[in-house]
């Protein structure tokens, strides 16, 4: 707010306009964008003031207009923050300020007197169409009781919206406006009832996909929804990695309702969700395990690493840049900018970094002995499930009835008793139970095709473990940064005495190296097929 000298009965000046009449500024103010857009609130205001203004030999100079909801600080609120400024920017001027009602001036008691204050300091006049400033203690008593009743008026408005909205959530709806994917339409049964939109399909393919590693990283799925129009492009790429990470952490589209603010507790929802519930439980696993959020934007083929190598003296990221000796010449480098850490602006050459790499990449190269015995444990493995699907199946609608008879037994004991305690904890139990009786029916709806053949992406991923360096030096830059997450738990951690520490493998290459480094007898592996299969897989190994 800009400082400006107190107006006193001395250097105060009342500055006509050049039909003099004395300049007055209106101030119109509605709580929300839909009344902005779709009623008449800032035009009827207007009108008002304006005639205010012409009965009281006033001329209107300018206008300003907010759609801003609620009290607090009045220089939240963009064009209250313009009419200052306006003022301000007059320093030889004194204004008439009009409003419509009390209300539009503040719904806030503290930033009402305040407003009056820095209005009053700027030799700036209130004038209101239903109540006459008066700065009498009289009349400054009454309108801070006004202003209370204003202040007291939106609190308990907000407390009914939110008990409506808190309701209709507990009936498994969602009260606030559709995410992305969805849009609200009118049902003579549900009543404002989100359903997917032509966006839907899309958002289902991004969170799946982050589920299955498609897209490792947040910032993969920021691209693939920018690519099919769902997020704009020209938005903040922080800003979209925020709103990617909101719509991955959204119970919404795997069908429930849930807002810990209110103490809502998860619920099935009366939406169409867009992934199970089981997609939905992997993507919290890998958001809290630390999901890599952003792939830089200045990675080049000179450092194709850069991100994705670790200090080992304080497991901090290395970054790397040129450095320019005496003479002129440029070096490439690796160092860590942790000013606390040990090692902190120590230099490692790019080729040590680089060189180290490609030996540990080479190490991981699978055998086609060991290619063609996965294969076949996997193959079999899979028949397995197969003829396991009913039995599943079965143990799911057991569950199913157990839960159903456990909710049954539990309501019962709700009627014959009037103790709240035991109520409250009676019903704590119910919903813990119908929560997992939701799970269960979901599973059982589930329909899994067995049938589906599995055998030429299975080739295709054994055929890049037979020899993952060829197919990191094939790739682009990019390309290799997604390669790497495939290969590798987390970042490589490297020391510039002892190199790289022993690398955090994804579960598919510790499977491939335990296989490789088993013996025969080994491989059996009795917790995924009988020992007495043993000799079925011997050929293999010959």
């Known amino acids: ?55 009281h030999g006033y001329d209107v100079v300018e206008v300003f207009k907010d759609s801003y909801s609620g009290g607090g600080d009045f220089m939240n609120r963009p064009a209250m923050r313009g009419l200052i400024k306006f003022i301000d920017q007059r320093p030889s001027k004194s204004f008439v300020i009009i409003f419509d009602d009390l209300k539009r001036f503040a719904r806030d008691t503290e930033f009402h007197l305040k407003l009056r204050a820095a209005l009053r300091v700027r030799g700036a006049t209130p004038k209101c169409l239903n109540f006459n400033f008066d700065d009498t203690a009289e009349g400054k008593f009454v309108e801070t009781m006004f202003a209370a009743q204003g202040e007291l008026e939106r609190e308990q408005n907000r407390r009914q919206v939110i008990q409506k909205q808190a309701a209709r959530m507990t009936g498994g709806y969602r009260a606030f406006a559709s995410l992305v994917g969805y849009e609200k339409v009118k049902d003579p049964i549900h009543g404002n009832l989100d359903i997917p939109n032509k966006d839907a399909e899309y958002v289902k393919e991004a969170l799946e996909g982050f589920a299955s590693l498609k897209f490792p990283q947040k910032i993969d799925v920021v691209r693939f929804l920018q690519e ?101 010449k440029k070096h490439a480098y690796y160092k860590c900018q942790n000013r606390s850490c040990e090692m902190s602006g120590t230099s490692i050459r790019r080729e040590d970094i680089q060189s180290g790499f490609v030996t540990v990449l080479k190490s991981i190269s699978a055998s086609n002995d060991v290619i063609r015995l996965t294969k076949a444990l996997f193959e079999d493995v899979w028949r397995e499930e197969e003829r396991n699907k009913d039995k599943i199946k079965q143990s799911l609608e057991n569950r199913r009835d157990s839960l159903e008879g456990g909710i049954k037994k539990l309501t019962e004991r709700i009627r014959n008793t009037e103790n709240e ?118 050929h293999l190994r010959a």
């Not at 054994?462 to 993952?468: E, F, G, I, K």
């Not at 790739?475 to 005495?497: A, C, G, M, P, W």
């Open 421 to 538: 305690v035991i109520i409250n904890q009676y019903e704590k139990e119910i919903e813990s139970l119908a929560l997992e009786l939701n799970e269960v029916e979901e599973r059982l709806l589930t329909e899994y095709d067995y049938s589906i053949p599995y055998g030429t992406s299975a080739e295709e991923v054994l055929n890049v473990l037979r020899n993952p360096y060829s197919v990191w030096e094939s790739y682009s830059v990019t390309q290799k940064q997604r390669f790497f997450h495939f290969i590798f738990e987390d970042n490589l951690v490297y020391s510039k005495i002892q190199g790289y520490r022993t690398p955090n493998y994804t579960l598919p290459i510790r499977l491939f190296e335990e296989i490789g480094t088993s013996s025969t007898v080994d491989v059996e592996m009795g917790g995924v097929e009988p020992p007495c299969r043993h000799a079925r897989y011997t």
């Open 1 to 55: 707010m800009t400082n400006r000298a107190p107006i006193t009965k001395k250097n105060k000046k009342i500055i006509h306009s050049t039909s003099g009449t004395m300049q007055a500024l209106i101030y119109c103010r509605v709580s929300s964008k839909r009344q902005e857009t779709e009623g008449h609130g800032l035009e009827s205001q207007e009108t008002r003031c304006r005639e205010y203004a012409k009965t």
């Open 228 to 328: 099919k129009g769902v997020l704009s492009k020209k938005q903040n790429p922080a800003r979209a990695i925020a709103v990617v990470d909101g719509i991955l952490r959204e119970v919404f589209f795997a069908g429930y309702i849930e807002y810990e603010p209110w103490e809502i507790s998860r619920r099935v929802g009366h939406h169409e969700s867009l992934i199970g519930i089981e997609t939905y439980e992997k993507n919290q696993k890998r958001l809290k395990n630390g999901a890599a959020t952003f792939v830089r934007q200045d990675i080049r083929d000179d450092f194709e690493l850069r991100g994705l190598v670790n200090c080992a003296s304080c497991c901090q990221k290395l970054t790397a840049a040129y450095s320019t000796s005496k003479t002129g």
